[in-house]
T-cell receptor
Framework: DADVTQTPRNRITKTGKRIMLECSQT?????MYWYRQDPGLGLQLIYY???????NKGEISDGYSVSRQAQAKFSLSLESAIPNQTALYFC??????????????FGPGTRLTVL | GQNIDQPTEMTATEGAIVQINCTYQ??????LFWYQQHAGEAPTFLSY????GLEEKGRFSSFLSRSKGYSYLLLKELQMKDSASYLC?????????????FGQGTTLQVKP
């Protein structure tokens, strides 16, 4: 079974709709992240959480919100989706101490299309 | 500020060696990661360097020079399955507050 899972894997929605993307992990990691990936732009950090009570904005948080429901779950919401939020979204997790344990492990991604 | 630069595209021949370069400017630098990403799939961890020098893992090696803000990923004995994007990412900040800054990725095409 995959250590980091994302649901849904694909979603097509309309402008103005509220969308929630979910991420679950069985790696026992405290840290979780949400990224979006656009062609030619690499991975951009949306939000990250170092534990259940810690939520931080990333580079491109406008238009997004998150909820850390439990250590293993981190969801990303688009309150009112717009077409330029069409992208591939990845969830990632990492361990707590420094060095190579900061290695991030990625989920399979959610392809979101906003019409 | 933070800035990561790597070439957009590279092409190499099966069986050959290719070197993908990455330069970075990040405050509070604390390690350099390389990830491999096949089209439409998740990035997967390849290597991590925090000290200067070369780290070797089978066909893949990664080098870091902290004083020059420079890293490279070396792929030997290229195989067709190595066609993918290679992402350079700099970890900046402390272990309690740090995060990764990704470059835009280098798309490598391996030809027969």
């Amino acid at each position: 079974d995959a250590d980091v899972t994302q649901t849904p894997r694909n979603r097509i929605t309309k402008t103005g709709k509220r969308i929630m993307l979910e991420c679950s992990q069985t790696k026992g990691h405290d840290r979780m992240y949400w990224y979006r990936q656009d062609p030619g732009l690499g991975l951009q950090l949306i939000y990250y959480s170092f534990d259940v009570k810690d939520i931080n904005k990333g580079e491109i948080s406008d238009g997004y919100s998150v909820s850390r429901q439990a250590q293993a779950k981190f969801s990303l919401s688009l309150e009112s989706a717009i077409p330029n939020q069409t992208a591939l979204y990845f969830c990632a997790t990492s361990g707590t101490s420094g060095g190579s344990t900061d290695t991030q492990y990625f989920g399979p991604g959610t392809r979101l299309t906003v019409l | 500020g933070q800035n990561i630069d790597q070439p957009t595209e590279m092409t190499a021949t099966e069986g050959a060696i290719v070197q993908i370069n990455c330069t970075y400017q990040t405050s509070g630098f604390n390690g350099l990661f390389w990830y491999q990403q096949h089209a439409g799939e998740a990035p997967t961890f390849l290597s991590y360097n925090v000290l200067d020098g070369l780290e070797e893992k089978g066909r893949f090696s990664s080098f870091l020079s902290r004083s020059k803000g420079y890293s490279y990923l070396l792929l030997k004995e290229l195989q067709m399955k190595d066609s993918a994007s290679y992402l350079c990412a700099a970890f900046h900040g402390s272990s309690n507050t740090g995060k990764l800054i990704f470059g835009q990725g280098t798309t490598l095409q391996v030809k027969p």
